[in-house]
């Protein structure tokens, strides 16, 4: 006896969509490992600004704390890395966390990378999102804001809550 499983269910949820707005010198990026990703438009041979968002799938149970711990690890472990700041903060309209860092780069000098996180439990599964934002040391002083309101506008799309099943957040279209 024989029986299939798929993808979306509600033993295996689909993934979020996530929306961010992006100002008119930004444009979409195919960025390996992503979900969705944007660039500002920069001069050839520049380092290209960008807002990467990955998604990972975790099982039930993993919260919140367990992702910041684990990117606050990782963050640690940059050789030469200075935080910048962290708090919990809202993101995709729920509880999330933010942590800001900067980091030597042997091919541009400094990297500023500002990380925020939430997680989107399906009851069955939790999803959790990562927004990363990255420029140079230099470009963050005139781009740092631009970079936290493109992190800010991040929402959940349309259709993510019907997706996720019937214990989902309510999802304005």
Known sequence: MTHTISFPSDAAPAFPGITLTLPDDWNPLSVSGSVLAAGKSVEPGTFRPNIVVGLSRFGT?????TAIDAVVKRVE????VAELGRDHLEVLGTEGFRVEFSYPDARVGTLMQAVRLAVVDHGSAV????ITGTTTGPQAEQLWG???EIQE???LSAGAAGAAGPDAPDVPA
């Open 127 to 130: 999803d959790l999102v990562q």
């Open 153 to 155: 506008s991040a929402t």
């Open 146 to 148: 631009e970079v936290r």
């Open 77 to 80: 472990s940059i050789e030469g």
């Open 61 to 65: 149970g993993y919260t919140l704390e």
